[in-house]
Nanobody, 122 residues
Framework: QAQLVESGGGLVQAGDSLRLSCAAS????????MGWFRQAPGKEREFVAS???????RYADSVRDRFTISRNNAKNTVYLQMNSLKPEDTAVYYC????????????????WGQGTQVTVSN
């Protein structure tokens, strides 16, 4: 059974950094695209970043140059390094897995984690 477990969220101040991790099991990790999404209160879940099995990266414009996605296939883990955090980055962050190589749409991801809360204060 496929499972994704996120960790690393927390409460930080604006300008701080956080690194989120997502450990995968029950998936062919090295063969899938891994993505990060986020959902703020009252808003739709939105794409943040993705990393294909061939290490092609994609980012939302709002996080480009601040966030970096990476993966360690030996550990079946994907990471999201978040720098220069802003209050508008506050959300529940979800990792997800997709068999599509250039996935940025929610509907293209079929395995999801439970989410980890990131709160950025002024």
């Amino acid at each position: 059974q496929a499972q994704l477990v996120e960790s690393g969220g927390g409460l930080v101040q604006a300008g701080d950094s956080l690194r989120l991790s997502c450990a995968a099991s029950g998936v062919s990790f090295s063969s899938v695209t891994m993505g990060w999404f986020r959902q703020a209160p009252g808003k739709e879940r939105e794409f943040v970043a993705s990393l294909s099995r061939s290490y092609f990266e994609r980012y939302a414009d709002s996080v480009r140059d601040r966030f970096t996605i990476s993966r360690n296939n030996a550990k079946n883990t994907v990471y999201l390094q978040m720098n220069s955090l802003k209050p508008e980055d506050t959300a529940v962050y979800y990792c997800a897995a997709s068999n599509q190589p250039l996935s940025i749409q929610r509907r293209e991801y079929d395995t999801w984690g439970q989410g980890t809360q990131v709160t950025v204060s002024n």
